[in-house]
């Protein structure tokens, strides 16, 4: 914009009373972003002054009117909704941490595959099944990786699957302490795949994030998780 359009440009501006800074004669300080903004009052004045000043033998068609003020009404809008989906936002922010520091101490059912054992040696975890299987299978091995327990389900349709171990191994012995390491595959087509499998985790602590992230959840043997990746709380 050169000088003298800008010159002028200030000029209409002031005989409106309306400022670069704010009402004419009144000083304002104003933020970043706020400088180019138009806002309501203004807006409307310009109207009024367009209206006022407008070739009589060419006015200002009433579609073209129209359009102008559904335009402003539509900026408007969405800086309010805006501003409002960051409320809500931030909200949402706050609730989802008090949520996840209340998991602290309880259990929770994940994706993972280390399994803790109940307090009387038996386990119980969820394999979720997007679609039948020919066979199912669980394997279930120590820390170092010995295989202790191998579990056949069979055919099975799509749907959650409980699996459930009496703690034993195959050759009817106590299994040792755990954690245990759970794996499970599925037979479709001839063909044995992996397949993810839900295990039961204490939650020993949350990290909130500095950056006001979403907050993660310490799980014992299985490491961070985010709260969206919790099935279940014991």
Do not use: C
Not at 17 to 31: D, F, L, N
Not at 158 to 164: E, T
Not at 166 to 175: L, Q, R, V
Request: charged share 15%; glycine share 10%; proline share 6%.
């Amino acid at each position: 914009m050169t000088d003298a359009v800008s010159s002028s440009f200030d000029d209409t501006l002031t005989k409106l009373g309306i400022s670069r800074t704010g009402v004419a004669g009144t000083p304002q300080v104003q933020a970043a972003g706020q400088a180019n903004a138009l806002g309501q009052d203004s807006f409307l004045k310009l109207l009024t002054e367009q209206m006022k000043n407008q070739d009589p033998f060419d006015p200002v068609k009433n579609e073209d009117m129209v359009a102008q003020m559904a335009t402003f009404s539509n900026v408007a809008g969405i800086s309010e909704m805006n501003k409002t989906l960051k409320d809500v936002a931030s909200r949402l922010d706050g609730s989802n941490a008090a949520q996840a520091i209340s998991y602290v101490g309880k259990t929770v059912l994940v994706e993972g595959d280390t399994a803790f054992p109940n307090t009387d040696g038996s386990m119980n975890a969820v394999l979720p099944l997007s679609t039948p299987a020919d066979d199912v299978q669980v394997q279930i091995s120590d820390s170092a990786g010995n295989l202790l327990r191998t579990m056949n389900y069979g055919a099975q349709g799509a749907g959650d699957l409980a699996v459930n171990w009496d703690g034993k191994t195959d050759s009817g012995g106590a299994a040792p302490a755990g954690p245990y390491k759970i794996t499970a595959s599925l037979l479709q087509n001839g063909t044995r795949v992996a397949s993810p499998i839900n295990v039961w985790a204490p939650v020993t602590s949350v990290s909130l994030g500095s950056d006001g992230g979403a907050p993660t959840l310490n799980l014992a043997g299985l490491g961070p998780k985010p709260l969206s990746a919790v099935r279940q709380v014991g």
